[in-house]
């Protein structure tokens, strides 16, 4: 990711999930990583306790809460950490852009995800995308668009919602979990073609 010029680097910090990193882990690569991308832990619905460890670990330089997480939960995470979050909205209907209005101002940026399945087990990282036109006339000004992108279908995303920053996770890996140095230089060479 920092080779291919990304921004930011996300961790996932979330046992059910393939891409799960232990403290140990983080330690070691959110050192390598410092100073040379943005570190992002990403959690699902974490307790405290749990996010102390996370933010020892790794240094974030930004949250991502990509569980059920309130509003009020939103606003606790950043005034006990002090560091920015970035919420994840899950998307199947417009009700769900309405409901991400009671966020505004307490995230510093939403991030428009496809709406998981009620029984799925990992609540993300899925490649499952959803109908970008919901997205349209987003009064949100931080935001980013994520789900199911890959390199054939970023540019066509950009253009029909106007995303200012997108996320991407199983369309930059070669298996589930196994991210792809030259999938990842491809899609960002794709979002970096229109600027
Ligand atoms: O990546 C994960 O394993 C993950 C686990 C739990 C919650 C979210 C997760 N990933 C985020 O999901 C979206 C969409 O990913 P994809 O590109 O469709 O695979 C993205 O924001 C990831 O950061």
Redesign the pocket.
């Known amino acids: 990711a920092i080779a291919a010029g990304a921004e930011m680097a ?1 961790f ?1 910090f ?1 046992e ?5 990193i232990d403290l140990e882990t983080a330690r070691t690569l959110g050192l390598l990583a410092q100073g040379r991308i943005a570190r992002v832990a ?1 959690t ?1 619905n974490a307790s405290d306790a749990a996010l102390d460890e996370i933010v020892d670990a790794l240094a974030p330089e930004m949250l ?1 809460l ?2 059920k997480e309130s509003p009020a939960r939103v606003a606790a995470v950043k005034a006990r950490f002090g560091l920015p979050v970035i919420k ?1 909205i899950g998307v199947a209907a417009s009700e769900d852009i309405a409901a991400s209005k009671a966020y505004e101002g307490l995230a510093d940026m939403l ?1 428009f ?2 709406k998981p399945a009620p029984d799925a087990s ?8 959803f109908d970008w036109d919901l997205l349209r006339n987003i009064g949100a000004k931080n935001w ?1 668009l ?5 390199r054939e279908n970023v540019v066509e995303a950009l253009r029909r919602t106007g995303a200012p920053a997108v ?7 070669r298996e589930r ?1 196994v991210k792809d140095a030259e999938k990842i230089k491809a899609f960002v060479e794709a979002v970096r073609s229109l600027s």
């Open positions: 996300g996932v979330f059910k999930s393939p891409r799960h990403l699902v991502q990509h569980g994840a991030l995800d496809a990992v609540p993300g990282g899925a490649g499952i995308s980013m994520s789900g199911g992108l890959d996320d991407v996770s199983s369309g930059v890996e979990g």
